[in-house]
């Protein structure tokens, strides 16, 4: 297997994090992975958001909990009543990838760019979790509000389409949750 397999087949998500902060120029290194990946007529239509402040993550965190309380989803709700649930496992950095409204594919755009930066983020030995929840507090007008409040620098018109959080783990890596591998057609 080529290492660019064995970086898809080894990337997990991870979900406990040492404080350390990912090195700077491979936190660059990650970005440049995400705005290389492909866009729709190649717009670009994106803002990157990297939010390492640990008071506005703390902040943040505490919003997004909420949202999770408040669900309408059973299993959400009984994550996030747990005491210890973090919802970005103490993670340093925050990732959030904005896209242009206006732009033809702008959700499409930012999710490639994320997984661009998974990947990249794993073949650099740094860990990651997708998360949900920026991106359901940003969906309900008072939960954006909220966001807004925070002033992180995101260009007006755009909005949070993918969010995940970096950093090195403090877990042995899991097993890789088995995959549905009966889900392919091949029409010849
Ligand atoms: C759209 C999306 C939303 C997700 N939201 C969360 C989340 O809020 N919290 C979390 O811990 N993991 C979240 N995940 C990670 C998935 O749980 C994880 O990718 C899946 O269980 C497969 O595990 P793996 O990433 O280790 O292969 C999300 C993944 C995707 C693609």
């Given amino acids: 297997m080529n290492q660019t397999m064995q970086t898809i087949l080894g990337r997990r998500s991870i979900r406990a994090y040492q404080s350390r902060q990912i090195d700077e120029q491979e936190m660059q290194e990650v ?8 866009t729709a ?5 994106w803002h990157f958001t990297v939010l390492q402040n640990p008071d506005l993550l703390e902040k943040l965190q505490l919003q ?6 408040h669900s309408d989803n059973a299993a959400l709700r009984e994550v996030a009543s747990r005491e210890d649930y973090h919802v970005f496992y103490h993670a340093p950095t925050l990732v959030i990838v904005s896209g242009d409204l206006q732009a033809i594919t702008p959700m499409q755009d930012c999710v490639l760019a994320m997984e661009n930066m998974l990947l990249a983020a794993a073949s650099l030995g740094i860990s ?15 939960g954006a509000a909220a966001f807004n409040a925070l002033e992180l620098g995101i260009p007006a018109g755009y909005v949070p389409y993918a969010a995940a959080v970096f950093g090195y783990s403090a877990m042995p890596l899991p097993e890789a949750t088995p995959r549905k591998l009966d889900t392919v057609t091949f029409v010849r």
């Fill in 31 to 38: 970005l440049i992975a995400g705005q290389y990946a492909p």
């Fill in 41 to 45: 007529m190649g717009q670009q239509p």
């Fill in 64 to 69: 997004c909990k909420a949202v999770f309380l």
């Fill in 128 to 142: 990651s979790c997708w998360v949900h929840s920026p991106i359901m507090l940003c969906g309900d007008s008072a």
